[in-house]
């Protein structure tokens, strides 16, 4: 358990999931990193049908001369599914700003982690190049932003929310509102309640069991959603044992750069060589 992030419900790595995380991967790939990302996701009961999920990636270092350093990157979100998607994607942004073999085709219009937290820089088409790169760049960089007020609406809102919802309480345990008013027929997030097509790409990982547990009738403060806490933890639960990074199309490729997708790779690229951490 990490108190300040919640109790852990689930970690994966992401082998099958769609979106930003294949993306990460073939990114790690290139940059010559050597072993999958980890992702653990922890949740907290905010309010009726409201959940925190923290999202945090495990990037094992890289085995390249003069790095030692694995990353570690925490993202919020509203759903298990949500919280690995954002955070799969402000890696993609660390890491293109940090890892120069990155710099090169086909990420130039990937993110860029930017001086200012949680604001991106996009490398926008100058001097030669086409008509078709200069509106990529231009229609990530628009997105992107898009993505990133969406997000900041979304956390302001529901602040505002759970705020009325904590408010609306009192009444409700005073009798002056009906308890159907706070507390509905069910208490279903926004994502357990949408249709299939408008919920994120789902991830298959392990989930930890969880217990129903109760709250007294009568007792004090919001009706949340409880998680079963839990001693476990990602490097208990995949026995410290890291996964090779396989090629993204051919996972039977752990080393040669030749059977990648990517047919331009410098000529002193070298994937390190497996061995203990």
């Known amino acids: 358990m990490n108190g300040n992030l919640g109790q852990l419900v689930m970690v994966t790595r992401a082998e099958e999931a769609e979106g930003f995380p294949p993306l990460l991967a073939e990114m790690l ?13 922890f949740a907290r009961g905010l309010g009726p049908g409201m959940v925190d999920y923290v999202a945090t990636v495990f990037i094992p270092r890289r085995f390249v001369e003069g790095v030692t350093e694995a990353h570690n990157i925490s993202a919020h979100g509203t759903s298990i599914e949500m919280a690995i998607q954002e955070v799969a994607y402000k890696a993609m942004a660390i890491l293109r700003q940090e890892v120069i073999e990155l710099e090169r085709h086909p990420f130039t219009h990937f993110p860029i982690q930017g001086p200012l937290q949680g604001v991106n820089v996009f490398e926008m088409g100058m001097g030669g190049a086409s008509l078709y790169e200069r509106r990529m760049s231009e229609l990530v960089a628009a997105q992107d932003r898009s993505l990133r ?8 809102t529901r602040c505002r929310f759970n705020e009325l919802q904590r408010t609306m309480d009192m009444y409700v345990r005073m009798g002056r509102v009906p308890q159907d008013v706070l507390y509905g027929p069910n208490d279903y997030t926004p994502h357990e309640a ?11 990982g392990i989930y930890l069991p969880q217990h129903v ?18 001693t476990l933890t990602r490097e208990i639960i995949f026995g410290g044992e890291h996964a090779p990074l396989t090629h993204p199309e051919n996972p039977e490729d752990t080393g040669s750069p030749q059977y990648h997708l990517l047919d331009d790779f410098p000529p002193y690229f070298a994937r390190g060589p497996y061995g203990p951490f």
């Open 213 to 230: 547990v109760g709250q007294a009738r009568m007792s004090n403060g919001l009706r949340v959603r409880r998680f079963a806490p839990t």
């Open 194 to 204: 949408a249709p299939l097509e408008l919920r994120f790409p789902l991830v298959q």
């Open 149 to 156: 007020c969406i997000r900041a609406e979304l956390r302001e």
């Open 29 to 41: 790939w290139r940059g010559n990193f050597s072993r999958r990302p980890e992702y653990s996701v």
